[in-house]
């Protein structure tokens, strides 16, 4: 599979892997939508009603149906005019009646690439707000906001984006095996099968995306994915536009896949090809790099592409057996060492630039989720080389070929779920922290949240009211000794009222970790906590606190 030696493809593996570190640590670029600025500015004071709301984001992004909510000081919601869009902006108008008192913003919109961002922010007309922590940053500090970003989306979503996966795997394996490695087997009954299966199952799962993405947006019940409006706004978005495509696409390549001899005619060795190539594009589309510039969408569509040709290929390999001819097996070598190499390149490209520094790889759900990947790969590219070895020693490598395919599916599911998770944020605002120390036991809450078998955490909210508050996380193991971690992260949500769960900054000291925060409504909050560095992977846990007037 080529001519370099053995340690020369090693070392310039290596220093081509070590270059793309260095360039995409140093400048990381944005993936999902991010709250750039919002006015008025979280926790502004006002001494009279605002005649907008106006939120800017770091890429375009989508309304859904009741994903805009202004929340008065009792906890109900404000009658408003409806909000629009226009590219990066949103403008909402507000009453121009509102009374006196403090209120929040919450919101849930979706970006480019189908992913449903939420966030609060808060403002006072007459009076102090509760200013909620922020993690948007503009021009100045009077354009703070908050974002609270999703993680891991749904499992039927994750679901139906596997077999989206398996299904391009079939149709792009099949193609590439007929019309670059063996014509002939165009005939076999085997192949035409699976290139039956991949049009069959990529149709379907390119509408069952369609259906499932309305209430994933929408924060709805996934029994609402036959509701037209849900439906109506999904092929509104970009990515409603790229299922779209890939239905027609799908419907185009069905005509020769459902005969495979027409792939091997004139009009088949292009159109196919093409087909195939447009489907990878329309991938791209619907993932991270909708957000981005065409630079990025080519280059999610060329690793979509070469990740096709390889599984597929795989697939085909392995449902033919000892029938391949060893021509076609040295055909498809050659496309496989191409595919490879591509998907190294393209996929530190379209995965790693995600990240702000290397700790989030095992700090973050999606550094983690991309490290399983990134270990996934790497021990199938040593699967496949001794295939190759193999192959060079004129024997046939069926079973280290079927291993290289058991582990290349096990790569598609964690990029499924890689696809639908949250890359970490690009901005955070600047906070600070200070000990006021803990008030009197009478106005102070707590609630011990479990660790598993690592142990527990004690969150402690004094005072427990809306006035303003300090939080105190301990952790204890199992025996009720200090746990050390090394990071937690908490959250703040209040589910009842549909406020989005929140950031809440935590400072270390002595092994506990402390935030002021106030809380900007009474009632039962949900508090979020994410430990890390005490056990194999992170820790997630919750519990509810009540909060006061």
Not at 332 to 337: G, M, P, V, Y
């Amino acid at each position: 599979m080529g001519s370099l030696s053995t340690v020369g493809r090693r070392l310039a593996l290596v220093a081509t892997l070590a270059a793309l570190f260095a360039l995409l640590f140093a400048s990381p670029a944005a993936a999902h939508a991010e709250l750039a600025s919002i006015t008025p500015a979280n926790g502004a004071q006002l001494t009279r009603p605002p005649t907008e709301i106006r939120m800017t984001f770091t890429e375009s992004v989508n309304l859904v149906d009741n994903g805009m909510r202004l929340v008065d000081p009792v906890g109900a919601t404000v009658p408003t005019p409806d909000a629009r869009v226009q590219g990066r902006n949103v403008i909402w108008p507000m009453p121009a009646n509102l009374p006196e008192g403090p209120y929040v913003v919450t919101w849930r919109v979706v970006s480019s690439d189908g992913h449903p961002i939420t966030g609060a922010s808060s403002f006072g007309i007459g009076t102090a707000p509760a200013a909620l922590p922020s993690s948007a940053s503009g021009p100045s500090d009077s354009t703070e906001g908050t974002m609270a970003s999703g993680s891991v989306a749904p499992w039927p979503v994750v679901a139906i984006r596997f077999i989206g996966y398996v299904a391009f795997a079939l149709i792009a394996g099949v193609a590439g095996f007929v019309v670059l490695c063996a014509p002939d087997a165009s005939k076999e009954p085997r192949l035409q099968l699976l290139a039956r299966t991949g049009v069959v199952a990529g149709a379907a799962a390119a509408l069952a995306a369609l259906l499932v993405q309305g209430p994933y947006t929408a924060g709805a019940a996934m029994g609402r994915l036959l509701d037209s409006q849900l439906v109506r706004e999904t092929l509104a978005t970009p990515f409603g536009t790229a299922m779209m495509c890939r239905l027609a696409l799908y419907g185009i390549l069905s005509v020769f896949a459902w005969r495979l001899p027409r792939m091997s005619t004139e009009l088949g060795s292009w159109l196919v090809p093409a087909g195939v190539v447009g489907t990878a594009v329309t991938i791209a589309l619907a993932g991270h790099a909708a957000a981005a510039g065409p630079i990025d969408i080519a280059v999610d569509a060329v690793h979509a592409l070469s990740a096709g040709l390889w599984v597929g290929g795989l697939i085909v390999i392995s449902a033919l057996g000892w029938s391949v001819e060893p021509r076609a097996l040295h055909q498809f070598s050659t496309l496989a060492l191409v595919s490879v190499l591509t998907l190294i390149i393209t996929g530190t490209l379209n995965s790693l630039r995600q990240l702000n520094a290397v700790e989030q790889l095992w700090q973050t759900g999606y550094g983690l989720t991309l490290l399983i990947k990134l270990i996934l790969v790497a021990g199938t590219i040593g699967v496949a080389a001794i295939s190759r070895r193999l192959l060079q020693q004129t024997r046939l490598p069926l079973q280290s070929v079927r291993l290289e395919a058991a582990l290349t599916a096990a790569i598609l599911i964690v990029t499924a779920l890689l696809s639908m998770t949250s890359p970490p944020p690009q901005t955070t605002g600047p906070t600070e922290h200070t000990d006021h120390g803990v008030a009197s036991a009478a106005a102070s809450t707590a609630v011990k949240m479990s660790l598993g078998k690592e142990g527990s955490a004690k969150l402690a909210v004094s005072p427990a009211t809306t006035t303003g508050s300090h939080l105190h996380i301990v952790l204890s193991d199992t025996n009720g000794q200090p746990l050390r971690a090394g990071r937690v992260t908490l959250k703040v949500g209040n589910p009842g009222r549909d406020i989005a769960a929140m950031p809440v900054p935590l400072a270390e000291r002595s092994g506990a970790w402390f935030a002021n925060y106030r809380f900007p409504l009474s009632g039962t909050w949900k508090a979020i906590l994410t430990v890390d560095g005490v056990g194999p992977s992170a820790v997630v846990t919750s519990g509810d606190i009540t909060i006061h007037d």
